[in-house]
């Protein structure tokens, strides 16, 4: 059965403000470009990260603190974030 939600990182986007890291430690890292990276995260093409997840838990926060807006979240196949 398909989880829930989906979560994106368009990580060419990505600043590396650290923000997303700082509230949802247990689902963001920084690597050594200093880009952030979904911790487990697949990447579906060069640029783009992908997690499903059954709750989307503090990601919606992280999506909402993100300054360049390169975190989505979506519900159920709809765009949420
Ligand atoms: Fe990057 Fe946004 Fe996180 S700029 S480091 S994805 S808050």
């Known amino acids: 059965m398909p989880k829930e939600f989906k979560l994106q990182h368009e990580q060419d986007v990505c600043?590396?403000?650290?923000?997303?890291?700082?509230?949802?430690p247990d689902f963001w890292v920084m690597n050594e470009d200093g880009k952030a990276e979904i911790v487990?995260?697949?990447?579906?093409?060069?640029?783009?990260?992908?997690?499903?997840?059954?709750?989307?838990?503090?990601?919606?926060e992280a999506a909402e603190v993100c300054p360049v807006n390169c975190i989505h979240i979506y519900e159920k196949g709809k765009k949420k974030i």
């Open 15 to 24: 600043i590396g403000c650290g923000a997303c890291v700082a509230v949802a």
């Open 40 to 60: 487990n995260g697949k990447h579906i093409s060069q640029n783009l990260q992908e997690l499903e997840l059954d709750e989307i838990g503090p990601n919606k």
